[in-house]
């Protein structure tokens, strides 16, 4: 298949390799379910022609763009493109490959996996926070696509790890999926043991209840303020590239410091 422009069949054949690698064929059946053009979308990337190493980490930012996040709408774009920064200026960047989600009444890719040298900053235009918060049909986009461009890494000798990394301060409130179909998924992916499921939460009381609904058992709390958005940033950055260091199924300790 080519990376840049994946096809129906060529998913649901990458999701077959993936169920017999692990996954399962609960947590299979869910995100075959749920796939669309938004979904297909999500699952290409960099051509393997364009990869030069042989060990990769897969990163998804999810970001919370719903009208509760107006007001920390310049300090999400800079802490977001200073994550992009330090991806850049690791030993690691060549290794790294981002793509980046945003979420308010339904999600939107603003780009697939890219080498982190090569990806653009995140522009004001890009960002603009209002309405609900599609954060289950979001995630089951988000899982689709790592699934299958990670398969498709794999099944060409590339060891892959993958980090997927939510970016929210509330509920899920107009998704037409539920929890528990994310919450199935999560499990399949971590039972793989190649897979880091992080959750940061801004402003929530109980962060930890709603990355549980989704199955994350990786969670950071924050404040809601400016400040904090930007600190959350810096650690997940920092994170990403300390995981990308280690043996593809090692420790699931993304937070860790």
């Not at 938004?38 to 990869?51: E, R």
Request: glycine letters at 10%.
């Amino acid at each position: 298949m080519t990376t840049n422009n994946p096809n129906l069949n060529d998913i649901q054949d990458l999701f077959a390799n993936a169920s017999g690698d692990g996954l399962g064929n609960q947590a299979t059946g869910i995100l075959v379910e749920n796939l669309d053009s938004v979904a297909l979308a999500g699952c290409s990337g960099a051509d393997l022609a364009d990869i030069n190493t042989d060990d990769v980490t897969l990163v998804a930012a999810v970001v919370d763009a719903s009208a509760s996040m107006s007001g920390v709408r310049q300090a999400v774009i800079e802490g977001f493109n200073t994550m992009l920064d330090t991806f850049k200026g690791s030993k690691q960047s060549d290794s790294i490959l981002v793509s980046a989600w945003s979420f308010n009444n339904a999600a939107q890719l603003h780009f697939s996996y890219t080498p982190a040298p090569l990806v653009k900053k995140l522009a004001w235009d890009e960002y603009n926070p209002d309405g609900g918060t599609a954060l289950y049909d979001s995630l089951l986009y988000v899982m689709a696509g790592m699934v299958a461009y990670g398969q498709t890494l794999r099944n060409n000798g590339i060891r892959t790890r993958g980090i997927i990394i939510v970016f929210s301060d509330g509920d899920d409130n107009c998704s037409r999926t539920q929890a528990y179909q994310v919450n199935t998924v999560s499990q399949g992916l971590l039972a793989q043991e190649i897979y880091s499921l992080a959750y940061a939460g801004f402003g929530i009381p109980d962060p930890v209840r709603l990355a549980a609904q989704v199955g994350f058992p990786l969670v950071i709390p924050a404040g809601s303020g400016p400040s904090e958005i930007r600190r959350i940033f810096q650690q997940v950055s920092a994170s990403v590239i300390r995981v990308s260091q280690a043996n593809v199924g090692g420790s699931n300790s993304f937070f860790t410091v």
